[in-house]
């Protein structure tokens, strides 16, 4: 029968660095780094959610609808007043006759979306960026209050050790 006592079932395997002070130091920085990245990549994204909330809403003509044949959506496609055209899917059940004008967003690039989501977009914008925001303000927090450096004396991995098993 073998034994496997408590304090060494992570031994041996790939992962394993044992409890030492060192290993929790060196994961340490890491969240620090990332912290960062994450912020600026919502403020990124939170930003982009505002300019396109910023874009104008117009009245395009629904200039033709093709069935997409089994999956519930058809692809209509749309010609803004200045003449620029763009297609998007729609549901069966809000899909706009042909010649019909409807009320779309023009994104920055051209593209056309149905309806007017301006709103929607403003608050997920605000609530992206705020929280980036947040969390700058959070790692310039820590970068003047560090955490305390790990003091705690841990035992090495011999500490613990049995006597050989003899049965």
Do not use: C
Request: net charge neutral.
């Amino acid at each position: 029968m073998a034994r496997f006592p408590e304090h060494s079932l992570g031994k041996g395997t790939l992962g394993y660095k044992g409890e030492t002070a060192e290993y929790y130091e060196s994961k340490r920085g890491l969240w620090d780094v990332a912290r960062w990245v994450v912020a600026g990549l919502l403020i990124v994204v939170g930003a982009a959610f505002l300019v396109a909330a910023a874009s104008p809403v117009v009245l395009v003509t629904v200039v033709s609808v093709t069935d997409d044949g089994g999956n519930g959506t058809s692809t209509v496609a749309l010609r803004a007043p200045d003449g620029a055209t763009s297609s998007v899917t729609v549901t069966y059940a809000g899909t706009p006759e042909v010649g019909a004008t409807q009320q779309a967003l023009e994104l920055p690039g051209g593209r056309l979306v149905l309806g007017d989501p301006s709103l929607t977009g403003r608050i997920a914008g605000v609530i992206l960026v705020g929280i980036g925001l947040l969390m700058m303000l959070w790692a310039v927090h820590r970068i003047r209050h560090p955490r305390p450096q790990v003091t705690t004396v841990l035992a090495p991995d011999d500490a613990y050790a049995l006597p050989p098993h003899t049965s």
